[in-house]
């Protein structure tokens, strides 16, 4: 009895300090940080938020970069910090601004990385757009924006880097999905629709992968600081979701998340799951309990204000 007493406030005490999925939280704990020298990596929506930060992360570890995003002058002061704090070298890091909805220029820039440094090793995929309405609200050009940059834009060009990964006979591809890829988050279903749809076509690439030495890691983090919550679009395009993030909200710190990721990606992890309390409890219960999660807690609990506090963090 009081052993079942000291797991039950283990457990207890264990789920209040968690931030991240037992399997990522061990790693990061235990795991030799690893060394990425001779090694490229190439991610996208690198100009701000979990990109700019992994970006430092991977440079503090020695990888060769290349950075895009559609902000030229963001990813150079991006590329400025990491040769000043990092002390990479200037042609160590390739700058390739574009939009990922530009599906056109897909190939030409996986080119420009291959003629710059030869390989590809790791491509992060992290530019996404978000967004906030209710459903019945939303015009189909929205979904339909949402879908090109989160799921196609991404899709297509993990598929021109693959050829290249193929005919290597190795490589990593990270999705930058969402705990809203599992779950149904409330008021924003373009976006959640969108990163259901990229769990269901990276799953598919894991399973063909899986005997060719091509690893997939999909990181699923909840609410952190970034300015994708800054810019979201609403029901319409061209409107802007009015929020404007503030330093008491219950968030994750950008660096924390992307520190995380790096782990997650160094020890190629199959899916990990990242968020602050309460949300990240919700979030297991929502997938080991999802009968009890719906019964007590959507139902009985459940309502728009809830929701905007939990993803807000006030």
């Known amino acids: 009895m009081l052993l079942l007493i000291f797991i039950v406030v283990l457990v207890i005490i264990l789920f209040c300090f968690m931030d991240a999925d037992l399997t990522l939280l061990f790693h990061h704990l235990f795991s030799a940080k690893k060394d990425y020298q001779n090694q ?159 769990h269901g076509y990276f799953e598919c690439l894991r399973t063909e992968m899986c005997q060719k030495n091509i690893d997939v890691t999909l990181v699923c983090p909840g609410p952190v600081f970034s300015r994708l919550t800054d810019r979201c679009v609403t029901s319409k395009l061209g409107e802007v979701y009015d929020h404007t993030q503030q330093p008491t909200d219950r968030k994750m710190k950008t660096e924390r998340c992307s520190r995380l990721t790096f782990t997650a990606i160094s020890n190629k992890l199959d899916e990990c799951w990242i968020s602050q309390q309460p949300l990240l409890t919700l979030f297991y219960c929502s997938q080991y309990i999802p009968s009890i999660y719906r019964t007590l807690f959507l139902k009985k609990f459940f309502n728009e204000k809830v929701a905007s506090k939990l993803r807000q963090g006030r």
């Open 40 to 198: 490229v990596v190439w991610i996208t929506g690198a100009s701000s938020g979990i990109g700019e930060h992994l970006a430092y992360t991977f440079a503090e570890n020695n990888a060769k970069l290349a950075l895009s995003g559609v902000n030229l002058e963001r990813l150079n002061n991006v590329k400025e910090i990491c040769i000043a704090l990092y002390k990479c070298k200037e042609e160590d890091i390739l700058l390739v601004p574009f939009s990922i909805d530009n599906f056109d220029e897909h190939e030409s820039n996986v080119k420009k990385v291959l003629d710059h440094f030869g390989q590809i090793d790791i491509l992060v995929n992290n530019a996404g757009v978000s967004q906030r309405a209710q459903f019945e609200e939303i015009d189909i050009d929205v979904d339909q924006k949402l879908f090109n940059v989160n799921v196609f834009g991404t899709v297509n060009l993990t598929r021109k880097v693959l050829k290249h990964f193929l005919e290597r006979g190795r490589g990593h591809v990270v999705a930058m999905s969402s705990l809203a890829g599992r779950i149904g988050a409330p008021f924003s279903s373009a976006y959640t629709g969108s990163k259901h749809a990229l």
